[in-house]
DNA sequence: GACGATTCTCAAAGCGCTTTGGCAGACCGA
DNA sequence: TCGGTCTGCCAAAGCGCTTTGAGAATCGTC
C-alpha cells in the first residue's frame, strides 16, 4: 500500500493525505481523522527511501566501529552503548546503520556515508590522541558527535564524555589513604584519548602524594582479561611487587584477582584492587555488594544521551557544539582494603 | 556530484554513465574507462536513497536485537556476531541496521522495515522454541535467516546454528569418563532454543550413563557471572554437592570460579569446569593454553557465515532454504580433572 | 551503393514521497 | 454586491537514480 493507493481509497489527492499524516495546520481536523484511521486500517508506511529522497533526510544515524587491526578485538561496551543509543533512536523514529570496520579506511567509510545519503549524522567511537577523524568530519561536512574526546584537536566538535582524569584521580587517591605507595596501572591502549586521560589522572595523584609514578608498574594494552592476567602475574614477582592495582575495565580486574589466587594471595587484604566499570549489563559488578571497588559510569546510558544529542544538533544546525561531561562514582567494594603490613 | 551533473561534465547521457558504472556490456570500453575515470576523479558515489527508489532494492540488512525485558540485558556474543556479519556485508556493499527492541514489539519492527522498504531481509537473533516471529516473517514476506533454529517449528526456513545438543553431549560425556557423576548445568534461559537442546544434549550423555539428572543441579538465567557465582556457591552447599560444573558460557564460568575459590576448593582439582565458549574477541579462553575446558565455536564465524548465506538467498530467491550446521570444539585445559576422592 | 546487423548512445518514464504554488469556495465587512 | 481573507484541497514538479524503447552511427556484405 503506497501513498497512491492510499489517496485513491480516500478519494483525495496525495497531498493532502501526505500532509493530513505529516501533522501540517491546512487540513480539516476531520478529514485528517479519515486519513489517519484509513492509514491504521491498510497499514500503511511510508517508503522510507522515497520519504528520504524527497526530504534529503535518511532518518538515519551512521556508528562507525572500529576494529583493532592488530588483535582483531571488539570492544564489548559497544554492544551496550548501542543498546542505549537504540532506544533514543527508536523513540525519535531514526534507524541506526552500523559501520564494522578496520582502523584504516574509516575515512573512507565517511565519505562513502555522505555522498550516498544514508545518514544524516554519525556516532565517532574510541577517539585516539590529536585524531584526524574529527578534522575530515568537519571537511566532508557530515554532523558528528565524538563519544569520548580527542586532546590536542583544536577544532571544535561535539562530544559526550566521562570525566576520566578525575575518576583515575579519585581512584588513586582512595589507594593512597589506605596506605598503598606502589600502585599498579593496568590502563587501556594509550592511543587511545580515555586511556591518556586516565594516566594523567593516576600520576597527577600520585605526584601530589609526593611519589614519582614507577614505569615498571604501568602496563598499557587491549583491555582483556588475557591482559590483566598476563600483567599482574609478572608485577607480582617484581623483587618488589605493587600492593594494589588500579585497571581499565571489569575483564581486566578480572584478570588480575586470576593472577592474585595464583599467587596464593587474597584479593582486598593482601592485594587491592580497583576497576573502572562500564556497567555493562552482562558483565554487572555483583549482584548485590559490589565485587570490585570501582569508579563507574553506565555506558548505555552515555549512548542514550550520545544519540539524543546529535539528534537535537542535526534538528537544528544553527547551535553551537554540545558537550557534556559525566562524572564517574567510587564504590567501594571488597577488593580493597589497608595496605598489608610487609611480612 | 551526483549523476547528472556528471554525465554533463563528461559529455554523455545519464544512461550511459549509469551503464558504465554498472558494468553493463552495451557501452564501449573506452568510453566506460572515461567514465570510470572522471567518477573517481569527482569521487562521485550514486545516492542510496535514489538507486534504493528506483531498483527496490534497499542493500541493506536489518538486525533485530532483543533485550530481555526483565533485565535489559544486552547479549555479549552480539558484538563479535555483528563483527562478522559485518566483515560479509561491506564485501558485497550492503550496509547493516540495527534495531534494538524490548522482545514484546519485534513483529511491529519487521513490519516496519518491510513496509519502510530499508532492508532487503533480516536475521533473527535468539530464537525461542517455537518462535512465532518464524511464521509472521513468512507471512510479511520478508527474507530472512535465522541464528540459530526453533524446534517445533513446522515451517521451513534458512537458518545457521551450532550442534549445541551434541556439544554438550561431548562435554558431559567428557566428564563422565573422568569419572564425575554429580555434574551441575547451568544453562542459558531455557525459553532459549539453543538452552534447550544442550539441556537436551547433557541429560542424554547423562541417561546413556545410567544417571538420572538431578534438578537441584540444573538452573537456568540469564548467562552472567553473578548467576554462576550464585548457582555455584549454592550447589557447592549443598549436602551433596557436585563434583563438576557444565556450563553455557565463559562469564558463567568466570563466576563459578569465583564461587569455587571463595570455598577454598581449587578448580581443576576438587571440582571440574566445563564451558560454552563463543569465542568471543574480549573474552579469550587464555592466551596460550585455555583457562577452562570447553567447547568451543566461534560467533564472529557464524557472523560471517550467516550473512553470506543470508545475502545469497536474497540474490537468488528460487533457492531452496539454506541451513548449515557448525559443530563446536572439545579443548581441554585447566579446568578439568579426575573426580576426587570423597574424604 | 543499399541494406540489415551490430554497436553505442539517448530521451523519457518511473520509483514513492514532499512541497510549491495556486485555485475554488466560504465567510466577512463595507 | 463586491473585494479581500481564510480555509481546505489539488496538480505538478522535483528528489537522483535505473531502465525501457528507440534512434543514430558504424560495419560488413551482396
Known amino acids: 500500500m503506497n501513498l497512491k493507493q492510499l489517496s485513491e481509497k480516500l478519494g483525495l489527492s496525495q497531498t493532502t493525505v501526505s500532509r493530513a499524516l505529516n501533522g501540517y495546520p491546512e487540513v480539516n481536523e476531520e478529514t485528517r481523522r479519515r486519513v489517519v484511521e484509513a492509514a491504521r486500517q491498510y497499514d500503511y508506511r511510508p517508503n522510507a527511501r522515497a520519504k528520504g529522497l524527497a526530504t534529503g533526510r535518511a532518518m538515519a544515524i551512521g556508528h562507525v566501529i ?13 554492544a551496550d552503548f548501542i ?13 541506526m546503520l552500523i559501520s564494522v570496520v578496520r582502523n584504516d579506511d574509516e575515512e573512507r567509510v565517511y565519505r562513502d556515508m555522505k555522498s550516498k545519503g ?7 567511537h574510541s577517539p585516539r590522541l590529536n585524531d584526524s577523524r574529527i578534522g575530515q568530519l568537519h571537511e566532508i561536512g557530515l554532523p558528528f558527535l565524538v563519544h569520548g574526546r580527542s586532546s590536542g584537536c583544536d577544532i571544535g566538535y561535539s562530544w559526550i564524555d566521562v570525566n576520566n582524569r578525575r575518576a583515575f584521580e ?8 589506605l596506605g598503598h605507595r606502589r600502585i599498579a596501572l593496568l590502563n587501556g591502549p594509550e592511543m587511545m584519548d580515555f586511556a591518556i586521560r ?7 595523584a600520585l605526584h601530589d602524594a609526593g611519589i614519582d609514578p614507577d614505569p615498571a608498574l604501568m602496563h598499557s594494552a587491549e583491555m582483556t582479561e588475557g591482559f590483566g592476567h598476563r600483567a599482574a602475574t609478572e608485577a607480582l614477582a617484581l623483587p618488589e611487587p605493587p600492593t594494589a ?4 575495565s571489569i575483564l581486566i580486574a578480572i584478570g588480575v584477582r586470576r593472577a592474585i589466587e595464583e599467587s596464593h594471595l587474597t584479593m582486598g587484604r593482601d592485594i587491592s584492587v580497583v576497576t573502572y566499570d562500564d556497567d555493562l549489563s552482562y558483565l554487572r559488578n555483583g549482584d548485590d555488594i559490589p565485587i570490585f571497588t570501582a569508579v563507574r559510569s553506565s555506558v548505555r546510558e552515555a549512548g542514550r544521551l550520545a544519540a539524543e544529542m546529535l539528534l537535537s544538533a542535526i534538528a537544528d544546525p544553527g547551535l553551537p ?10 564504590t567501594v567494594g571488597q577488593s580493597t582494603g589497608p595496605v598489608a603490613v610487609r611480612s
Open 198 to 204: 586516565r594516566r594523567a589522572g593516576f600520576e597527577n
Open 245 to 248: 592495582f588500579l585497571v581499565a
Open 170 to 177: 579519585r581512584a588513586t587517591r582512595f589507594l593512597l589513604d
Open 118 to 124: 544514508n545518514v544524516d549524522g554519525v556516532i565517532v
Open 321 to 330: 557544539h554540545l558537550d557534556r561531561l559525566l562524572e564517574a562514582e567510587l
Open 66 to 78: 572500529p576494529i583493532s587491526a592488530k588483535f582483531e578485538i571488539v570492544n564489548p561496551i559497544f
Open 83 to 95: 543498546a542505549g543509543a537504540g532506544e533514543s533512536y527508536s523513540k525519535a523514529g531514526y534507524d
